[in-house]
């Protein structure tokens, strides 16, 4: 495990450097959820998969950019899934983004998530690794990642972000969402999910949530390579998660890589009042 973690510190450190002064033009190609791909999202694939290909503890690479698994060492007992730059329609607009990875141990269900690590491509350079519980590292002057410090989810926060086209959404959603406001929750919502997951976990707490919505009744966000890896730490800081209905995501039946799912991650008080409200 050791060797994929410093392998994706290099992985983030070689990104970062390609967002600063990149092309920021689309490809003629789409993903396999259908989402154009910009050249930035098949380079910084590229980047984990030429990194990744040195590791012959890794079997699988699942990206959100490829349509199946590529295998890269038949001997490996890993399966690492992962988002190569999420956000990445927002560099245009310079907003902070970032890379997801799952690491699965053999098999690629929800049960064998054993690690979920993330970085945020920021004003400065952050990694959350998390085995057990979600620790947070900073890239320093020297190029080393240094630890900062352990993350937790206070019971109840006060940020609220809010995914999915609001037109879509169900009335029992809204009323739920509009219930947190009325309570004093500020939205806090970039269309990233690395970086809107990322403050809610540093400031200590309140809801992110991605519905179904009537374009998108599944969900839109991918459960090997965003959900699974985000409920792995929101879980492992105190916090809850669940898809509306069940008690955890995971939970999850995981049958297709590409999988999307309604998905919520938040303080305790957030999600039990949502599981409540059903
Ligand atoms: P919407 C980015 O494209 C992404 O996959 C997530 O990072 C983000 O949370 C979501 O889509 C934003 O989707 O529909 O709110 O624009």
Partial sequence: MQEIIKTIEKIAVKISDELKYADLGYTDHANATGDTQLKLDVKSDNIITKEFDGVSSVRLLISEEKEEALKIHDSGKYIVAYDPLDGSSLVDVNFAVGSIFGIYENELKPSNLVAAIYCVYGPRLEMVVCTETPKLYRLDRE????????????????????????????????????????????????????????????????????????????????????????????????????????????????????????????????????????
Wanted: proline share 3%; with cysteine; glycine share 12%.
């Fill in 143 to 278: 190029g080393s990642f240094k630890f900062i410090k352990d993350l937790n989810l206070k019971e109840k926060g006060k940020l609220n972000a809010t995914g999915g086209t609001q037109k879509g959404w169900s009335d029992e959603h809204r009323a739920f969402i509009k219930g947190l406001f009325d309570e004093g929750y500020r939205l806090r919502y970039s269309g990233a999910m690395v970086s809107d997951l990322h403050q809610i976990l540093l400031k200590g707490g309140g809801l992110f949530s991605y519905p179904a919505t009537s374009d998108a009744p599944h969900g839109k966000l991918r459960v090997s390579f965003e959900v699974l890896p985000f409920a792995f730490i929101y879980e492992r800081a105190g916090g809850l998660t669940t898809d509306g209905n069940s008690k955890s995501l995971f939970e999850i039946k995981l049958e297709k890589i590409h999988q999307t799912t309604p998905c919520f991650f938040g303080s305790k008080y957030e999600i039990n009042k949502l599981l409540e409200s059903k």
